[in-house]
């Protein structure tokens, strides 16, 4: 350890690359970064960040150390597996995981950590690729109230509204609840502009006249003007896949509590067929295509 301004950002992809550049230039601390592609650790480097060797040195350097990971599975081993995070940090060490993952397994590598002395906080992030550029995003955490207080100036550099929602664990409840409430709101969103657009409404004024009554959203702002009205679902925005594996998440912190979600399994049921018709990797809001009966 060192002066608690020695930091590590794990995980450089759609959304850690812009995080990690607004966390690098606010000079909070020095920046060692690590992630398998070569890319964003070059961008990043350029931003005046430090390219670590290895994943066992960046730990051995930071003393606190940022993960957005693709999901569950990658968290796990990135701070279980071998020459990982656990095995090469040290006690004080704080893990703050900004990935969506499920909450068992945020508080199965929080206990870990624990025995060795070392913190974990979960903080996963709420809204868009643009967001995490502009440093507009919402991050949720879970975590004691000490280590809250001290990632929260890191966490400001990349979100204008950070939540303490509890502790371990319960950051990951709120994300994982709004993406689903956000997908299922997203598939209703294509299945009224698709009834509305056979029913002889432009699909521009049924957007519009939504948007000023009490169907107004988000999803309907963004997902709904930004995606499905222009037909545009880039592929390195939020994923069909990655939807799915959030709204299974979801699924599975439903059935913990004992919740059945008809909802939620009728959305997941669209994602995985839009994936079945091969748009796995697109923008998830391509699911209109699905309500559109096109394949």
Known sequence: MTDNNALGFVGLGVMGEPMCRNMTKADLGTMTVFDISEGPVARLEADGATRAPSLAELAKSADIIFLSLPGGTEVEKIILGPDGLLENGSKGQIIVDMSTCPVAIARKVAAALEEKGMIFADAPVARTRQAAIDGTLSIMVGSDEDTFET???????????????????????????????????VVALGEALTIGERAGVDREL?????????????????????????????????????????????????????????????????????????????????LLKMIEGER
Do not use: W
Request: hydrophobic content about 40%; proline content about 4%.
């Open 151 to 185: 990632i929260q100036p890191y966490l400001a550099t990349a979100a204008t509204d950070i939540t303490h929602c509890g502790g371990v664990g319960t950051g990951q409840v709120v994300k994982l609840l709004n993406n689903m409430l956000l997908i299922q709101s």
């Open 206 to 286: 049924l957007v519009e006249t939504l948007s000023k009554g009490s169907a107004d959203s988000f999803a309907l702002r963004n997902h709904v003007k930004k995606a499905m009205l222009p037909r545009t679902f880039p592929v390195g925005a939020f994923g069909t896949d990655y939807a799915t594996k959030d709204i299974t998440y979801a699924l599975e912190l439903a059935a913990d509590a004992g919740i059945k979600s008809p909802a939620g399994e009728l959305a997941k049921e669209m994602l995985e067929k839009t994936s079945a018709a091969g748009y796995g990797a697109e923008y998830f809001p391509v």
